[in-house]
T-cell receptor, first 116, second 113 residues
Framework: DTGVSQDPRHKITKRGQNVTFRCDPI?????LYWYRQTLGQGPEFLTY????????KSRLLSDRFSAERPKGSFSTLEIQRTEQGDSAMYLC??????????????FGPGTRLTVL | AQSVTQLDSQVPVFEEAPVELRCNYS??????LFWYVQYPNQGLQLLLK??????LVKGINGFEAEFNKSQTSFHLRKPSVHISDTAEYFC???????????FGQGTRLTINP
């Protein structure tokens, strides 16, 4: 399978704990995106990378959230001191380098976080 | 800021009936428009996209959508639905030159036999 993969698929944690999610994009894709989807809502943009550079961050990404893509390949999203409001599906997507027009974002299956 | 409104949170239809899922976006600047489908416990799959050119766009699984700039709408249609079309459908928009997608809140399509 050569699609976007995310690990873990499910995470249950207690309030106040730190969690880290991993995303592996499609191999030739240099752009990587994180979105958050709460129950009954559409995905909301969090941040995106071009290679290892984080080029845009949403206001939704509070100081408890940090994303990295150290070698321009896989990415991690860490949430520190989790709160119940962090419970959501965290989606990762990747796309090819932008040559002209728009490049399709391919989504992974997501990591569902439940904060107790 | 760009926003997307999907006018129906749930749409129940009978199998083999036609369906239209409505989507309106806020900005009149140049945009790219998309419809994604999400099956239970899966990620998003692109159904179709409008980048430029013909306002009638055909996608996978027999779906099509029409871009209407004057009404800032991008409604999704299928002439005859199947049980397997049961899923959540999301409309999304991206300003030209921007990278992020802005999604609507989704429409749950339920197909009854």
């Amino acid at each position: 399978d050569t699609g976007v993969s995310q690990d873990p698929r499910h995470k249950i944690t207690k309030r106040g704990q730190n969690v880290t999610f991993r995303c592996d994009p499609i191999s030739e894709h240099n752009r990587l995106y994180w979105y958050r989807q709460t129950l009954g809502q559409g995905p909301e943009f969090l941040t995106y990378f071009q290679n290892e550079a984080q080029l845009e961050k949403s206001r939704l990404l509070s100081d408890r959230f940090s994303a990295e893509r150290p070698k321009g390949s896989f990415s991690t999203l860490e949430i520190q001191r989790t709160e119940q409001g962090d419970s959501a599906m965290y989606l990762c997507a990747s796309s090819l380098p932008l040559t002209s027009g728009y490049n399709e974002q391919f989504f992974g299956p997501g990591t569902r976080l439940t904060v107790l | 800021a760009q926003s997307v409104t999907q006018l129906d949170s749930q749409v129940p239809v009978f199998e083999e009936a036609p369906v239209e899922l409505r989507c309106n976006y806020s900005s009149s600047v140049s945009v790219y428009l998309f419809w994604y489908v999400q099956y239970p416990n899966q990620g998003l799959q692109l159904l179709l996209k409008y980048l430029s050119g013909s306002t009638l766009v055909k996608g996978i699984n027999g779906f099509e959508a029409e871009f209407n700039k004057s009404q800032t709408s991008f409604h999704l249609r299928k002439p005859s639905v199947h049980i397997s079309d049961t899923a959540e459908y999301f409309c999304a928009v991206s300003d030209k030159g921007a990278q992020k997608l802005v999604f609507g809140q989704g429409t749950r399509l339920t197909i009854n036999p």
